[in-house]
Each structure stands twice: as C-alpha cells, then as structure tokens.
Nanobody, 127 residues
Framework: EVQLQAYGGGLVQAGGSLRLSCAASGFTFDDYAIGWFRQAPGKEREGVSC????????YYGDSVKGRFTISSDNAKKTVYLQMNSLKPEDTAVYYC????????????????????WGQGTLVTVSS
C-alpha cells in the first residue's frame, strides 16, 4: 500500500523559512513524480512544486519561483520543500502527491494526474 506522509508545517513569521518533508512508503515504481500542492481556505488547490524521480526535472508555480526549492532523496523516498521568504499568502494546507509513472511537464502542476495523496500539513505565515 502506497502511503505519503507530509510533515514540517507550522507557524512562522513573514520572511521566515520552513522545510516540508514528504515520506513515501510502499513505493515500487521506477519512474515517478512527487508534487506539492496547497489549498488555502476558500481557494482552489494550487500546484506548488514537483520533482521527477528519474531525471530530476522540477516544476514551480509562479507564486513560489525563486523562494521555494524542491529536492529529493530517492534512497529514502523522501521529498523536501524548502520554503524561504514566506509570505502571509503562502498560508495554506500543503499536500504531497505521487504519480506512479513518468510525468510530462504540462502535468507537473496539475492535481488530476497524481495517483496518491498524503494528508496535509498546515503552514501559517503571520504578518
């Protein structure tokens, strides 16, 4: 059974940093992608970032480019999202998701192509 566990959220002041982790278990896929999405109250789910396991291709949403960095430790099947220069508008529940096969660029920031979802972790950025 594939499971994804996201953790690392919390309360931080604007301008601060947090690192989220997504630990995957039950994975037997050779080529997969892990994505981060977020959803703020009253807003649609937004693609934040994604990384491909096979070639390290990455994706960042426009609102986080230059501030967030995604990385992975394939041996540990853990993906990290380093979030710097946080803004109040980054406040949301952050989810990690996995696609159990190769992902094309146009799918990376879109929720539907992902097969598995973890529980969310809340990030609150105070002004």
């Amino acid at each position: 059974e594939v499971q994804l566990q996201a953790y690392g959220g919390g309360l931080v002041q604007a301008g601060g940093s947090l690192r989220l982790s997504c630990a995957a278990s039950g994975f037997t896929f050779d080529d997969y992608a892990i994505g981060w999405f977020r959803q703020a109250p009253g807003k649609e789910r937004e693609g934040v970032s994604c990384i491909s396991s096979s070639d390290g291709r990455t994706y960042y949403g426009d609102s986080v480019k230059g501030r967030f960095t995604i990385s992975s430790d394939n041996a540990k099947k853990t993906v990290y999202l380093q979030m710097n220069s946080l803004k109040p508008e980054d406040t949301a529940v952050y989810y990690c998701a996995a696609r159990a096969r190769r992902i094309i660029a146009s799918y990376m920031g879109v929720a539907n192509p992902y097969d598995y979802w973890g529980q969310g972790t809340l990030v609150t950025v105070s002004s």
